[in-house]
Antibody
Framework: EVQLVESGGGLVQPGGSLRLSCTAS????????MNWVRQAPGKGLEWLSY?????????YYADSVKGRFTISRDDADNSLYLQMNSLRAEDTAVYYC??????????????????WGQGTLVTVSS | EIAMTQSPATLSVSPGERATLSCRAS??????LAWYQQKPGQAPRLLVY???TRATGVSARFSGSGSGTEFTLTISSLQSEDFAVYYC??????????FGQGTKLEIK
């Protein structure tokens, strides 16, 4: 069974740091790109970060987290990470990891997200 | 950045009836559009990709259509398990990937 399991969420003070993990199973992790997406309480989905397959040479961030969050992966351990620094109250959300699935054409790749992990809650509050 | 707009925000439909959800992109995304279903307390689940291709295991009651800037998700003969929030996502021009704000499908 293809599965993603996040961990590492919790309560952290404003300005603090947290490291989220996402452990993959049931598929060859190294050949897929991966993403982090979050959902603030009662709100919609916000894409945060992308890392390419096989070592993660290509990385992108949403403007809202650029310079504060760092995505990484360990293909030997089938794991994805999100290091979150300088956390703010508005970072309070459920954080999901999601596998990128799709195709490449004409030099561009187009990926939808499947599956998603169950999510881990991050609460930033004093 | 491509903005995705879903309508309506809330849709009230009786079980057994058909629901039609709309998603509009601020510029063409070709057919690079996905739909997700999210139930309370659960992660999003992929329903449709490529605007009209159902994901593995998704009921044939779900059908997607459209291209360019206008897209529709149709759910025929609504079942109790279909009442949820639905999101569209474009993956044509990225980063960033962008989602619509969601349509809540509720029981009438």
């Amino acid at each position: 069974e293809v599965q993603l399991v996040e961990s590492g969420g919790g309560l952290v003070q404003p300005g603090g740091s947290l490291r989220l993990s996402c452990t993959a199973s049931g598929f060859t992790f190294s050949i897929y790109s991966m993403n982090w997406v979050r959902q603030a309480p009662g709100k919609g989905l916000e894409w945060l970060s992308y890392i390419s397959s096989a070592g993660g040479v290509t990385i992108y961030y949403a403007d809202s987290v650029k310079g504060r969050f760092t995505i990484s992966r360990d293909d030997a351990d089938n794991s994805l990470y999100l290091q979150m620094n300088s956390l703010r109250a508005e970072d309070t959300a459920v954080y999901y990891c999601a596998r990128g699935v799709g195709y490449c054409s004409g030099g561009s790749c187009h990926n939808w997200f499947d599956p998603w992990g169950q999510g881990t809650l991050v609460t930033v509050s004093s | 950045e491509i903005a995705m707009t879903q309508s309506p925000a809330t849709l009230s439909v009786s079980p057994g009836e058909r629901a039609t959800l709309s998603c509009r992109a601020s510029q063409s995304v070709s057919s690079n559009l996905a739909w997700y279903q999210q139930k309370p307390g659960q992660a999003p689940r992929l329903l449709v990709y490529g605007a009209s291709t159902r994901a593995t295991g998704v009921s044939a009651r779900f059908s997607g259509s459209g291209s360019g800037t206008e897209f529709t998700l149709t759910i025929s003969s609504l079942q109790s398990e279909d009442f949820a929030v639905y999101y569209c996502q474009q993956y044509n021009n990225w980063p960033p990937y962008t989602f619509g704000q969601g349509t809540k499908l509720e029981i009438k």
